[in-house]
C-alpha cells in the first residue's frame, strides 16, 4: 500500500492506518529533530508532536511532494520553532557550558573509552566548541547540514525540502563547512 | 627557464623548455609541484579523510598536518563533530512512540467529540420544542381549514330539499 493510499484511508476515518507512517517514518523524524536539538528526550517529544502535527493537517497534504519530504518539512519547522520558542534551549545552545549534564558526559566518555581522565575531559570540551559552533550556523546553512550530515540526503533531495535549487544547496553546504572551520579554528586560538 | 602555471586543484605543471647541452637537441621535461598552505589542507580536510586524494596530494596534506598545529587541531575536531553526529545518529527514538502518538490522536479526537455536544446541548432542546410547536400548529391549521365551495356543489339538489321531519321513523315500519 502506498502512502498515498494510507493517507486516503485515514481521511475516510481509519485513523489506525496512521500508526504504519508513524512506524515508517519516526526514524527520519527523530534524527531530524535530534540535529538540531542534541537532546534524545526533547527529539523524543518533538517527534510525537511532529507526527500529531502531520495527523491533524494531513487533509492538507496535497501529494504534490512525497510524504517523507512533506514530513520533512514540518520536522525541520517545528526543530526551529522549539529553539526559538524555548529560551532556555537558546541559552543552552549558545553558551553549551549548561549542557555538560549525565547524559552528555556518558557519551563524551563513551567516544574516548580508555583514556585517561585528563584527555577526557579536554576532549568533553573539544565536544562542546563543536557542538557550539554546529549550533551557532546560519539558520539555512544549519538545515543543510542536518539533512545532509544526519539523515543522509542527497542535494537534490535537501533542496525539495528546502525549495530550493541543488546548487543553493551545494552552495550552502560550502559555506557551513567553511564557517564551521572558521569557528573551530577561532575557538583553538582562544 | 620559463614558469607557465595552468593546472587546476592547486597543482603547478611546469614545462620546462631546456636547450639540451650539445648537438641543439631539445629536451622538455615536466615537474609537478604542489603549494600546500593551511587554507589549501582545510579544504582538502573531507575528501583525505575518505582517502579521495590523488597519492601526491595525500602526501602533502599529510605531512602539513604533521607540522601545523592549527590544520593538526581544526582536522581533529572534524573528526569529533563527525563522531558526536553519528553518536547521535545512532540513538533510536522511544520504542512507544507510536503507542504514544495513537494515544494523543485518541485523547484529541475525545476532546473535539465532547467539546460538540456541548453546543448540541443548547440546540438540541431548542429544535425539539420548536419542531413539536410547529407540528401541533399545523394541525390546528388543517383542522381549521373550511370546506371549499365546490365540494357542497356536488351536493345534488334532491337531497338538499327533503324536509327530514317529514319522513316517517323507522320504528314505525317496525311496529307493524
Redesign the interface.
Known amino acids: 500500500m502506498t502512502d498515498t493510499e494510507i493517507i486516503k484511508l485515514i481521511l475516510q476515518g481509519d485513523k489506525e492506518k496512521f500508526t504504519i507512517l508513524v512506524a515508517q517514518y519516526q526514524l527520519l523524524v527523530f534524527r531530524t529533530c535530534m540535529g538540531f536539538l542534541h537532546d534524545k528526550d526533547d527529539a523524543d517529544d518533538l517527534t510525537q508532536d511532529v507526527f500529531i502535527h502531520a495527523y491533524q493537517s494531513l487533509s492538507r497534504f496535497r501529494g504534490d511532494a512525497a510524504f517523507s519530504t512533506w514530513l520533512y518539512r514540518i520536522a525541520v519547522n517545528a526543530s526551529l520553532n522549539k529553539i526559538r520558542k524555548s529560551p532556555l534551549m537558546l541559552i543552552r545552545q549558545q553558551f553549551s557550558n549548561f549542557s555538560d549534564d549525565k547524559k552528555e558526559r556518558e557519551r563524551a566518555v563513551s567516544i574516548t573509552d580508555g583514556e585517561d581522565p585528563e584527555k577526557i575531559l579536554i576532549r568533553d570540551e573539544h565536544i562542546k566548541w563543536v557542538r557550539k559552533a554546529l549550533d551557532s550556523l546560519p539558520e539555512n546553512q544549519r538545515i543543510a547540514i542536518v539533512l545532509s550530515k544526519y539523515d543522509d540526503l542527497s542535494q537534490k533531495e535537501i533542496a525539495e525540502i528546502m525549495n530550493t535549487t541543488e546548487g543553493a544547496v551545494e552552495a550552502l553546504l560550502q559555506r557551513a563547512k567553511k564557517t564551521l572551520r572558521k569557528k573551530l579554528s577561532a575557538q583553538r586560538k582562544n | 627557464m620559463q614558469k607557465r602555471p595552468f593546472a587546476k586543484n592547486y597543482q603547478l605543471k611546469e614545462k620546462i623548455n631546456r636547450s639540451a647541452v650539445g648537438k641543439n637537441k631539445v629536451l622538455f621535461l615536466t615537474i609537478k609541484t604542489v603549494k600546500m598552505n593551511c587554507q589549501l589542507c582545510?579544504k582538502e580536510f573531507?575528501a583525505y579523510r575518505q582517502g579521495k586524494l590523488p597519492h601526491d596530494m595525500m602526501t602533502q596534506v599529510e605531512s602539513h598536518l604533521k607540522t601545523c598545529k592549527?590544520c593538526a587541531?581544526?582536522y581533529?575536531?572534524?573528526i569529533?563533530?563527525?563522531?558526536?553526529?553519528k553518536?547521535?545518529?545512532e540513538?533510536?527514538?522511544?520504542p512507544f512512540?507510536?503507542t504514544?502518538?495513537?494515544a494523543?490522536?485518541d485523547k484529541?479526537?475525545d476532546e473535539q467529540y465532547k467539546s460538540a455536544p456541548s453546543f448540541i446541548k443548547v440546540l438540541k432542546p431548542v429544535l425539539l420544542s420548536t419542531s413539536m410547536a410547529a407540528a401541533v400548529a399545523f394541525g390546528i391549521l388543517i383542522g381549521n381549514l373550511p370546506y371549499s365551495g365546490s365540494e357542497r356543489e356536488k351536493i345534488p339538489v334532491e337531497l338538499t330539499l327533503i324536509d327530514d321531519a317529514a319522513i316517517e321513523s323507522v320504528d314505525v315500519f317496525a311496529n307493524e
Open positions: 582545510q573531507d592549527i587541531g581544526i581533529r575536531q572534524q569529533l563533530a563527525e563522531r558526536i553526529i553518536g547521535e545518529k540513538l533510536q527514538p522511544d512512540l507510536t504514544r502518538v495513537m494523543q490522536i484529541l479526537d
